[in-house]
């Protein structure tokens, strides 16, 4: 086939602009039409007048699963364009963190006795210092042995030893509003950015440079940012009861992670609304959905160049999967499940565990995410060539 033919062929292919509008003014429509048919609801238990449940989240998120399960079969089975699979998965993966959110948003608000706790809080310190300094010297050994060209990867490792140390040697007031706490948390994405610019700064040039991958990873981000703030209780869309019944605009020091925050609160309780963001909530939060955003751009990427991901790009997915657990904000769901499936004895240490603001497995979690993105990401993309070809070869090639 002639190069003429092969470019008449593509471009045919490209949908026009006026489709790409209709599409995005029907998506919209539909959208809005749907978020109409939802009844305001109370949080926690107080839904009964809407008709809504918690069965009605967890039949929602089931329906999300289930369609980006069927997309993957079929993606893999070659029944559908790569195009048409991420752009489905991304509606599946919107409709199952709604019914996540659906269905910890409902959940009545469990009232759990200390003696329920599955530990008691004098074992937090040792758990924290001893996991902290395992952290700091399992790194630094390792970027002595392992990684001795690359010691942002030691560095990188000893801070978040550092953060899980941090509340313990400097406890209380003391440390909350310590220059060195502020420090940890900004240096963290800072560290984080370096290491991905060094490492595959181009690959990942190349990976956004893909429109499709670049929506894909963007909108996966988006709603895993989404998810984590909902269920951390920094953005709902339920009133709560005993909440105020007049819009609330306030700005509040508020302890986030390891030091205290000025954060802006609006509530609201007409819509209903609330959020609460800080700097705090807008650096830890937006590293991870920024991590899980560039770890879905590689995959979509690969599936964009119609070459198998492989053992080490699967990895992605299934961090994305394990950053649902991190900052404790599947400590509630969790439970809830727990709950459903066993009874609330069972769910009880489940609770205690994520979401008692002195654990230390909250830093633990985060952290271990925060390190569990960047490494799949840079070994991901390290260990494969198809990030490598330029977007013209992808746009010539594999147009859909």
Same mark, same amino acid.
């Given at each position: 086939?002639?190069?003429?033919? @092969?470019?008449?062929?593509?471009?045919?292919?490209?949908?026009?602009?006026?489709?790409?509008?209709?599409?995005?003014?029907?998506?919209?429509?539909?959208?809005?039409? =749907?978020?109409? =048919?939802?009844?305001?609801?109370?949080?926690?238990?107080?839904?009964?007048?809407?008709?809504?449940?918690?069965?009605?989240?967890?039949?929602?998120?089931?329906?999300?699963?289930?369609?980006?399960?069927?997309?993957?079969?079929? #993606?893999?089975?070659?029944?559908?364009?790569?195009?048409?699979?991420?752009?489905?998965?991304?509606?599946?993966?919107?409709?199952?963190?709604?019914?996540?959110?659906?269905?910890?948003?409902?959940?009545?608000?469990?009232?759990?006795?200390?003696?329920?706790?599955?530990?008691?809080?004098?074992?937090?310190?040792?758990?924290?210092?001893?996991?902290?300094?395992?952290?700091?010297?399992?790194?630094?050994?390792?970027?002595?042995?392992?990684?001795?060209?690359?010691?942002?990867?030691?560095? =990188?490792?000893?801070?978040?030893?550092?953060?899980? =140390?941090?509340?313990?040697?400097?406890?209380?007031?003391?440390?909350?509003?310590?220059?060195?706490?502020?420090?940890?948390?900004?240096?963290?994405? @800072?560290?984080?950015?370096?290491?991905?610019?060094?490492?595959?700064?181009?690959?990942?040039?190349?990976?956004?440079?893909?429109?499709?991958?670049?929506?894909?990873?963007?909108?996966?981000?988006?709603?895993?940012?989404?998810?984590?703030?909902?269920?951390?209780?920094?953005?709902?869309?339920?009133?709560?009861?005993?909440?105020?019944?007049?819009?609330?605009?306030?700005?509040?020091?508020?302890?986030?992670?390891?030091?205290?925050?000025?954060?802006?609160?609006?509530?609201?309780?007409?819509?209903?609304?609330?959020?609460?963001?800080?700097?705090?909530?807008?650096?830890?939060?937006?590293?991870?959905?920024?991590?899980?955003?560039?770890?879905?751009?590689?995959?979509?990427?690969?599936?964009?160049?119609?070459?198998?991901?492989?053992?080490?790009?699967?990895?992605?997915?299934?961090?994305?999967?394990?950053?649902?657990?991190?900052?404790?904000?599947?400590?509630?769901?969790?439970?809830?499940?727990?709950?459903?499936?066993?009874?609330?004895?069972?769910?009880?240490?489940?609770?205690?565990?994520?979401?008692?603001?002195?654990?230390?497995?909250?830093?633990?979690?985060?952290?271990?995410?925060?390190?569990?993105?960047?490494?799949?990401?840079?070994?991901?993309?390290?260990?494969?060539?198809?990030?490598? #070809?330029?977007?013209?070869?992808?746009?010539?090639?594999?147009?859909?």
């Amino acid at each position: 086939m002639t190069q003429k033919g @092969l470019k008449g062929n593509a471009d045919a292919d490209r949908p026009r602009p006026r489709r790409r509008s209709l599409r995005l003014f029907v998506l919209i429509a539909v959208g809005i039409c =749907l978020l109409s =048919l939802i009844p305001t609801v109370s949080a926690h238990g107080s839904a009964e007048s809407s008709g809504l449940s918690q069965s009605h989240g967890l039949a929602i998120a089931g329906i999300g699963v289930l369609s980006i399960g069927a997309l993957v079969l079929l #993606k893999r089975r070659r029944r559908i364009s790569p195009r048409t699979a991420l752009y489905g998965i991304a509606v599946g993966i919107g409709i199952t963190v709604g019914g996540a959110i659906l269905f910890e948003g409902l959940a009545p608000d469990p009232a759990y006795r200390a003696d329920s706790m599955p530990f008691p809080r004098s074992w937090y310190q040792p758990l924290a210092i001893g996991t902290g300094l395992v952290v700091v010297v399992a790194s630094f050994l390792t970027g002595l042995v392992r990684w001795t060209t690359r010691p942002r990867y030691m560095a =990188l490792g000893m801070l978040l030893g550092g953060w899980i =140390l941090y509340p313990y040697l400097l406890p209380g007031f003391s440390g909350y509003t310590n220059p060195i706490g502020y420090g940890i948390v900004l240096a963290t994405p @800072l560290l984080v950015g370096y290491i991905l610019w060094k490492d595959v700064g181009t690959a990942l040039s190349t990976i956004l440079r893909d429109p499709v991958a670049r929506r894909f990873g963007f909108s996966v981000g988006a709603m895993v940012s989404l998810f984590f703030m909902a269920t951390t209780g920094y953005l709902s869309f339920f009133s709560e009861e005993g909440a105020p019944q007049e819009t609330t605009v306030a700005v509040l020091n508020v302890l986030y992670q390891i030091v205290r925050w000025p954060t802006l609160e609006v509530l609201l309780p007409d819509v209903p609304f609330f959020i609460a963001i800080s700097p705090g909530v807008v650096i830890v939060l937006g590293l991870l959905g920024v991590l899980v955003g560039l770890n879905a751009a590689a995959v979509a990427h690969s599936w964009r160049l119609d070459q198998q991901a492989g053992a080490t790009q699967s990895t992605a997915g299934t961090a994305t999967v394990v950053g649902a657990c991190t900052c404790g904000c599947c400590g509630p769901l969790v439970s809830q499940v727990a709950v459903i499936a066993a009874g609330p004895t069972i769910a009880a240490p489940i609770y205690w565990i994520f979401v008692d603001s002195a654990s230390p497995l909250n830093s633990i979690f985060l952290l271990g995410s925060i390190a569990l993105f960047t490494g799949t990401l840079v070994y991901s993309i390290d260990s494969s060539t198809p990030v490598r #070809k330029d977007v013209s070869e992808l746009s010539a090639g594999v147009t859909e």
